[in-house]
């Protein structure tokens, strides 16, 4: 069980957080400030595991497992047969599913506590953007992840990976372009979904954020409530303003047949932002052994 500390979560220490060093010159001139969208709000969906498969075309790997039509999130078996997996890649998928039913809870990122990269990040409910003219941070609320995006500069040609990857981003309108490489493959539960889906060096993912009206929200709304199941919380069912939707394409062809495409849709959250410390509680169990949060030999300071 997480553990919940009900704190506010200022601007000004978001502000405070250091950006990633950039390796390169910029690419691009930034656009004006009359033109760039505003995000910074703190947003929300209430879905599990969270990914709005598309309707048609290639998209995520979905929950094989249901309960009252939609996915089981108790019981997480990833649909193995999705063309987008490359045999090695269902297989592993499948073998996660048969554990999952076995009744074992495997670890992810999430329920051990590590790093979550993208796409698998986007389980978390919870979402707050500070967009500054040279870098954005994206930060999820049940931490400790995280994200730097350095605007308007292009990938170094060598890059370093690192836990939520190389990110770049640049406005195109009302759009807002997060290019991300450069994922650290090297760590435990490397896995892009709750599924065990792996990835390789080679994976890249491309985000598309912009507000949408309630009515243009419906469509990716619908494909929510038909595959995820929706968690009462914190947002208000009858909200009829502007939507937040990060449409999502990855590729890693060490992994995938194809890039492929889904959705997140957030609307704004009316409560305050409420601090989650997962690596605090040390004291879960994953099949009869304590939770493998990261710990370290000696004191930092």
């Not at 009900?6 to 390169?24: D, E, F, N, Q, Y």
């Not at 094989?64 to 998928?93: F, M, Q």
């Not at 599913?97 to 009744?103: D, K, M, P, R, Y």
């Not at 994976?203 to 419906?218: K, N, P, S």
């Amino acid at each position: 069980m997480k553990i919940v500390l009900a704190t506010s979560v200022a601007l000004s220490l978001c502000a405070a957080l250091a950006p990633l060093a950039a390796t390169a010159a910029p690419a691009t001139s930034a656009p004006s400030s009359a033109s760039i969208p505003d995000f910074s709000r703190f947003w929300r969906h209430q879905s599990l595991p969270g990914m709005e498969p598309l309707a048609s075309g290639p998209t995520s790997v979905t929950n094989r497992s249901r309960r009252n039509g939609v996915s089981d999130y108790d019981s997480l078996v990833g649909d193995y047969t999705n063309p987008i997996l490359k045999p090695h890649a269902a297989e592993i998928v499948k073998q996660h599913g048969e554990t999952s039913l076995a009744g074992v809870t495997y670890p992810s990122p999430a329920n051990q506590c590590w790093p979550e990269p993208v796409p698998f990040i986007y389980k978390n409910f919870g979402m707050m953007m500070l967009q500054q003219p040279d870098h954005i941070t994206i930060m999820y609320d049940e931490g400790p992840d995280v994200r730097h995006v350095r605007m308007n500069q292009p990938h170094p040609a060598k890059v370093t990976p690192s836990w939520y990857g190389d990110s770049v981003g640049h406005y195109e309108g009302d759009t807002l372009v997060i290019d991300t490489v450069g994922t650290k493959t090297d760590r435990p539960f490397a896995m892009i979904d709750v599924y065990g889906t792996p990835y390789t060096g080679a994976l890249h993912v491309v985000e598309r954020y912009r507000l949408i009206d309630y009515e243009a929200a419906q469509e990716g709304l619908k494909r929510d409530a038909k595959e995820n199941r929706l968690v009462p919380g914190d947002i208000d069912p009858n909200y009829r303003g502007k939507f937040l939707q990060v449409q999502f394409t990855v590729e890693d062809e060490g992994v995938f047949t194809t890039p492929w495409t889904a959705t997140i849709t957030y609307r704004p959250a009316p409560a305050p932002w409420q601090e989650i410390v997962c690596a605090e509680n040390t004291h879960e169990y994953y099949y009869n052994k304590d939770s493998e949060v990261p710990t370290a030999n000696r004191p930092d300071f």
